[in-house]
């Protein structure tokens, strides 16, 4: 029999129960909410008159709709006050522990949650948003769900659910010098297409992944979604387990041990048989950025951008047509020829320290170029902004003229006031680039924080190596 | 959840890939804390020529009279005819909200993104996958016939044409169950109560860390 991969080994642990319809009762040990994809599911607790099955399951923190610059007041936005509201009464009246707007460890939900240990090894881990995949990193099956879900896992503590097919991306051999996480998996999503991991959860494996930093690794689980896999994982080694040592929800004396003892074993086996395996070349992969409306359509920083005439498939073609039209772009220029008209610095994607200190690296030393309006750098939650603070990270930022803010989701999907204006192009670290998607008419290019960060120094577009090379 | 039956209805047919959430139903409206109203602001972005807000009438607003929605031949499609990769992007349950408040009942699509597809079946939306040949088929021939209109059969798992022609589709046995009777999952689920309990004692045996911690 061959050997079972990681996501065999995370379904069969939690398994409940198998139908006979083919479908599956999966149990869920950790399920974090914000305020966006929740109201209605409490709304249809308190309608049945059903209360959560297990309250210590649950961690709820507001990240879409809060303002990142001073919170001394209530919420301008009416509807966006009374959604952020609505989350506190909520947890307030079921008895779930949430980080409110005004607590230090407020954040990204995604950043929230590996952060205070909430996030474990071996965890099926639920959220009503698609970017929940952040935490397979650590060796978890998460995925995102929709808000019928966020009510069935409230009342249940399970899922309904069919076992996705298995891919494995392995990306071997080495990295070179300033290029990140983000290059990786925008490389991943150029190869395989938005719609390449659909149906599948996929693990990342190969030196490259082994190397990077559990920030990176969640970087790059964080797009899995943009691949068009809802679960992205990588397995446990030792840097997973030394992540946790001293988190505030990670276990202590001897159930660190036992845990421990635990995790070690999730990894797939060396004889585990995938549906589907890709290969990439680390060393191939160079700073990227996109230059469309799909996070599959995206350029190394030097190449030149592509032509529809020469797609073979129509439908594609068409949505390059289109979208060289909604981004005011031309086939044949080089992203070099793009100025950023804002910067933004953050997101689930990328704003945990190890972003910060990239990006300020960067930055440090040097100033905005006057070309661009606005360079604004969102940390993920609290306490990551508290870490970068320490650092002085905050004081180089300012000093080369960008914008520091209070921790959340911001420009990423613009509910909140941080939004693009009409025609806008914008550098952006969050993963996607979907029309409107940073605000009505903006245009966004996904990059990493040091790429963000040197796009908004030199005042367009650059290989950050240059920078660098300095 | 209503009871799916079999209806015949106008398709309108939206010729782009990669639909996504976001397109279906901008961020500004997911302020609401209702899972009703959203009908008049599914695809705000390519509907009207303004920047819609939450809470406007939008009645009151610039149509984009190019949009496929806003043709006349098109007025109360029930089904939407859609390219590969519909309702990728995010999780946001309001995208089939806003497609059932519009009045859809099915999307038809060669390909969708997995959590939207789920999405839809718990908010009695059926989506169908049908080949890129046959799906290509239908937009010739919704292009060429005014008041064109589908017969979608989920009990029968069929979609019939106007010329009788039958295209069967393949559903989720469970799925299909859950739609045709209107059920809901929760109370399904509940049934297994015992066994979740079963479990969950000895998973805390087993791994008492993932029990307490937060409180």
Redesign the interface.
Same mark, same amino acid.
């Given at each position: 029999m061959a050997g079972k991969t990681l996501y065999d080994k995370l379904w069969d642990a939690h398994l409940?129960?198998q139908?006979d319809? +083919?479908?599956a009762?999966l149990?869920i #040990?950790r399920h974090l909410l914000h305020e966006?994809?929740s109201? !209605?599911a409490f709304?249809g607790l308190r309608f049945?008159g059903?209360k959560p099955?297990?309250? #210590? @399951?649950?961690?709820a923190t507001p990240d879409?709709?809060v303002p990142t610059t001073d919170r001394s007041g209530p919420i301008e936005?009416e509807? =966006?006050r009374? !959604?952020v509201q609505?989350l506190d009464d909520n947890c307030d009246e079921f008895g779930i522990?949430e980080f409110k707007m005004h607590d230090l460890r407020q954040g990204i939900v995604h950043v929230v949650g590996p952060e205070q *240990? /909430?996030t474990?090894p *071996?965890?099926t881990i639920v959220c +009503? #948003? =698609?970017h929940?995949a952040t935490h397979g990193a650590f060796g978890a099956l998460a995925? +995102?769900? +929709?808000?019928?879900?966020v $009510?069935?896992v409230l @009342?249940? !503590?399970?899922l309904?659910q069919?076992k996705m097919k298995a891919m494995l991306i392995k990306v071997n051999g080495k990295l070179g010098a300033g290029v990140t996480a983000k290059d990786v998996v925008l490389a991943i999503i150029a190869k395989i297409g938005? @719609?390449g991991g659909? %149906?599948y959860a996929i693990e990342f494996a190969g030196d490259v992944i082994s190397s990077l930093s559990m920030e990176g690794r969640m970087t790059i689980c964080n797009m899995a979604?943009e691949a *068009?896999?809802?679960a992205g994982m990588v397995g446990v080694d030792d840097k997973t387990i030394a992540y946790f040592e001293g988190r505030p929800? /990670?276990?202590k004396g001897a159930?660190?041990d036992? @845990?421990v003892q635990?995790w070690k074993t999730l990894h797939s086996d060396t004889d585990a048989k995938f549906d589907a395996v890709v290969e990439l070349n680390g060393a191939d992969i160079e700073p990227q950025v996109s230059w469309g409306t799909?996070p599959e359509m995206v350029v190394a920083i030097h190449e030149t951008l592509p032509d529809p005439a020469a797609e073979k498939d129509p439908?594609?073609a $068409? %949505?390059m047509v &289109?979208a060289y039209q909604y981004m005011g772009l031309k086939p044949g220029m080089k992203m070099s020829d793009v100025v950023p008209d804002r910067v933004f610095i953050g997101s689930c994607t990328n704003s945990r320290i190890e972003d910060l200190r990239a990006a300020a690296a960067v930055a440090k030393g040097r100033k905005v170029s006057s070309k661009v309006k606005q360079a604004m750098v969102v940390p993920g939650s609290g306490l990551v902004k508290q870490q970068a603070e320490a650092e002085g990270l905050h004081k180089i930022f300012i000093e080369a003229g960008f914008e520091w803010r209070e921790p959340g989701c911001s420009m990423c999907?613009?509910?909140n006031a941080d939004r693009l204006g009409?025609g806008e192009h914008c550098a952006s670290t969050s993963n &996607?680039n979907? $029309? %409107?998607?940073q605000g009505? %008419?903006g245009r966004t290019h996904l990059v990493s924080p040091a790429m963000a960060a040197a796009a908004a120094v030199s005042g367009h577009f650059v290989d950050v190596r240059s920078l660098q090379e300095v | 959840m209503e009871k799916y039956t079999q209806f015949t209805g106008i398709v309108a047919p939206l010729d782009r890939a990669n639909v996504d959430t976001d397109l279906i139903i901008p961020k500004q409206f997911l302020k609401s804390i209702k899972r009703t109203g959203f009908g008049p602001n599914l695809f705000d972005e390519l509907r009207y020529l303004d920047e819609g807000q939450p809470g406007q009438d939008s009645s009151q607003r610039p149509l984009n009279k190019e949009f496929v929605l806003n043709l006349p031949r098109y007025k109360g499609a029930q089904i939407l005819l859609a390219r590969r990769n519909f309702g990728c992007g995010s999780s946001r349950e309001h995208a089939p909200w806003a497609l059932t408040d519009f009045g859809f009942r099915t999307v038809i699509a060669p390909s969708f993104a997995d959590i939207f597809f789920n999405n839809s079946f718990k908010n009695g939306l059926l989506p169908i996958v049908l080949s890129e040949e046959i799906v290509d088929q239908l937009f010739n021939e919704v292009a060429a016939n005014e008041g064109y209109k589908l017969t979608v059969d989920l009990a029968n798992q069929q979609i019939v044409k106007p010329d009788g022609e039958k295209i069967p589709f393949e559903v989720d046995e469970f799925r299909k169950h859950c739609l045709i009777n209107g059920l809901d999952d929760i109370g399904l689920t509940l049934q297994d109560a015992d066994a979740i309990k079963i479990y969950e004692s000895k998973r805390r045996q087993e791994s008492p860390w993932l029990f307490d911690a937060i409180k």
């Open positions: 409940v129960k139908r319809d +083919g479908t009762l149990y #040990d966006v994809t109201p !209605q709304e049945a059903r099955w297990r309250l #210590d @399951a649950n961690l879409h709709n936005d509807v =966006s009374i !959604q609505t522990v *240990g /909430a474990l *071996g965890m +009503g #948003d =698609s929940t995925h +995102g769900i +929709g808000t019928s879900e $009510e069935h @009342a249940t !503590q399970c309904i069919k938005t @719609a659909t %149906g979604i *068009g896999a809802r929800y /990670a276990p159930n660190w036992k @845990a635990y799909s439908v594609k $068409e %949505g &289109r999907l613009a509910m009409d &996607r979907f $029309e %409107g998607r009505y %008419g | -």
